[in-house]
């Protein structure tokens, strides 16, 4: 299984800032090809980073794949604001992320649209990242295992066996942009549940899917993370945002 390093910019970074940032991150990244690295960059800067990287694997091996940080189930329709899965098509776009602890709680998205959007993204070849994670009250009452399972089972019902087309970050909401990390073991513990949840609900097909830890992932703490058993790469956020601290979170992977 190929691990995947995977950058959650957020609502940062213009077109201009992210060629800029192409610029000095691709050829860092050039050689290396045994890991599969990630970019979600706002949606008004797909089109350009999308461009940029087709004209970069043109002179050589890239491991690099654009991803979108979130997609509305229909393929088009009256939903104003919203992007859908084939205008992201159109740009080669290979990941999606969904379920991510901002949408779920800003933007009060329960698990019934993630869901909707996780078919969709399958139907349409785009390849959800489904996000989970406990907050720090759910975590203090010892329901994270619960917590969980629960999200998972409501995010996959239906599309347990697309489980190869499908990959899964663990990410504590307690640990997202606040600097705390959970340690390897906090860590490894839900990742271990992951794994034989998606096992059991996949019937044993899940051998394709990566469990990606996020939570102030950084190149000093990236190293004893991916050490664990379960852990098959990182969703990064803050830290992406700086191209050399993300190379050093690759190669210390
Ligand atoms: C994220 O937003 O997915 C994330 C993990 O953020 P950070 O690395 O900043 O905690």
Redesign the pocket.
């Known amino acids: 299984m190929k691990y995947l390093i995977a950058a959650?910019w957020?609502m940062h970074k213009t077109c201009a800032e992210t060629l800029d940032y192409l610029d000095k991150f691709l050829p860092s990244v050039k050689d290396i090809l045994n890991v599969e690295i990630m970019i979600a960059p706002p949606f008004t800067a797909l089109s350009s980073a999308s461009i940029r990287l087709d004209a970069a694997k043109k002179e050589g091996e890239f491991n690099v794949k654009l991803g979108a940080q979130n997609m509305y189930f229909e393929e088009k329709g009256a939903f104003t604001g919203e992007i859908s899965p084939i205008m992201l098509n159109e740009l080669n776009i290979d990941y999606v992320i969904l379920g991510?602890s901002e949408r779920r709680h800003i933007f009060k998205e329960k698990d019934e649209l993630i869901n909707k959007k996780m078919y969709s993204a399958i139907e349409h070849g785009i390849r959800p990242i489904l996000c989970v994670g406990e907050t720090i009250e759910e975590r203090e009452q010892g329901i994270t295992l619960n917590v969980i399972e629960n999200q998972i089972r409501k995010g996959l019902a239906g599309i347990e066996k697309d489980m190869p087309y499908i990959d899964i970050a663990y990410?504590p909401v307690w640990?997202?942009?606040t600097g705390k990390t959970a340690t390897p073991e906090q860590a490894e513990e839900v990742h271990r549940f992951i794994r034989s949840l998606i096992n059991e609900m996949s019937k044993g097909n899940d051998d394709k899917t990566r469990i990606l830890y996020?939570?102030?992932?950084k190149p000093e703490n990236a190293t004893d993370l991916i050490k664990q058993e379960n852990i098959n790469g990182f969703?990064?956020?803050?830290?992406s945002l700086d191209p050399e601290k993300f190379y050093k979170i690759i190669i210390n992977s």
């Open positions: 959650n957020k991510h990410e640990a997202i942009g996020g939570g102030s992932v969703l990064v956020g803050s830290a």
